[in-house]
């Protein structure tokens, strides 16, 4: 593994880390507000939001590797996943919301708010970063 790939894996695995924990977080607070069925759509939310994470970090990986071949499906492959990641997220709460019938609010903001796990992981893990 390359030092491009690590540093990747590395900042795939803190943003799903600091996303199941906020997570976590929501789904505490869905607890005290709406009792188990509301912890249990704040964690389904986040899942949503952990596997959106998980296929971008594969899909530049594999981008990446593309790249590396001179091929220029790099570009393609990206938006591919962009797509992809957008079809995940709908079909996750049509399910969530329309099949499993899970309180609406908590998916939404645990799936929101673990999106500030981007900000945190990539503040944590640049390499200009001084602790």
Known sequence: MGYAAAYLSKTVRRVVLVQSLLSLLVAAAALSVQGWIGAV???????????????LGWRVRRAGDLAWQGSKLGAVSLCLGMVERFGVALIGFAVGIGVLHLPVVPQLIAFALSQFAY?????????????
Do not use: D, V
């Not at 759509?41 to 296929?55: E, H, N, Q, V």
């Not at 900000?119 to 602790?131: D, I, V």
């Open 41 to 55: 759509s704040a964690c389904y939310g986040g899942a949503i939001s952990i596997l959106c994470a998980l296929l």
């Open 119 to 131: 900000l945190a992981a990539a503040r944590e893990t640049s390499p200009g970063y001084q602790p």
